[in-house]
């Protein structure tokens, strides 16, 4: 097998790439090799080298504890709970959370021979401290409904405050457009109007 071939094979692997779509990209990557392919190559052979999971929540960084585990204005009495990395990246994008993070790397799943030891539950269990809040920030999927479950029977009798992010309707959404389900969740989360 060629070079290009493996090359191509390789970017088939990524998310969102298939076949087709990996020979236009090793393609476009080959014709600008010197302004493109060779800054990429090096960039990736610098992160597979320095890049590490904190060993304190999962996050990825180059140093350890990670940058967020680092932080002395992070509020350490409030821990999110998320299920993978893109979770973590997604809420720090929204700068509305200051605290701390724990990645499970999944969530457990009976269909897919997902159990407690197969996630990074035992490390968060042992991170919490008495009076922190422990918010579930995990997917509105019946894995996420179990996992959180889970981890609310585990942390029974302990003083954690256990809180869960709010499920429904977007901004901007229409209810038209709507599943079923978010629909329902939005119902059941319903809270009073303020009046001014």
């Known amino acids: 097998m060629s070079e290009l071939d493996t090359l191509i094979q390789l970017l088939a692997k990524l998310p969102g790439l298939g076949p087709r779509s990996a020979r236009r990209a090793a393609l476009h990557l080959i014709k600008r090799r010197e302004t493109l392919l060779q800054p990429l190559a090096g960039a990736l052979a610098k992160a597979a080298a320095a890049v590490r999971p904190c060993p ?3 996050n990825l960084d180059t140093v350890e504890p990670c940058t967020i585990c680092r932080d002395p204005e992070r509020d350490i009495a409030a821990i999110c709970v998320v299920e993978d990395l893109a979770d973590l990246w997604a809420l720090e994008r929204t700068g509305a959370f200051r605290g701390r993070y724990h990645v499970l790397g999944g969530t457990l799943s009976a269909l897919d021979g997902v159990g407690p030891d197969d996630l990074n ?29 889970y981890l609310a029977d585990r942390l029974a009798g302990r003083d954690i405050t256990i809180t869960r992010i709010a499920q429904g309707v ?7 457009y709507l599943d079923d389900g ?15």
């Open 121 to 149: 539950i035992e490390r968060l269990l042992a991170r919490l401290q008495p009076g922190q809040e422990l918010i579930l920030a995990l997917n509105a999927t019946v894995e996420g409904q179990t996992t959180a479950h």
């Open 182 to 196: 978010t629909l329902a969740a939005a119902l059941k989360a319903r809270r009073a109007l303020a009046r001014t």
């Open 56 to 58: 304190s929540c999962g």
């Open 170 to 176: 977007p901004i901007g959404g229409e209810l038209d």
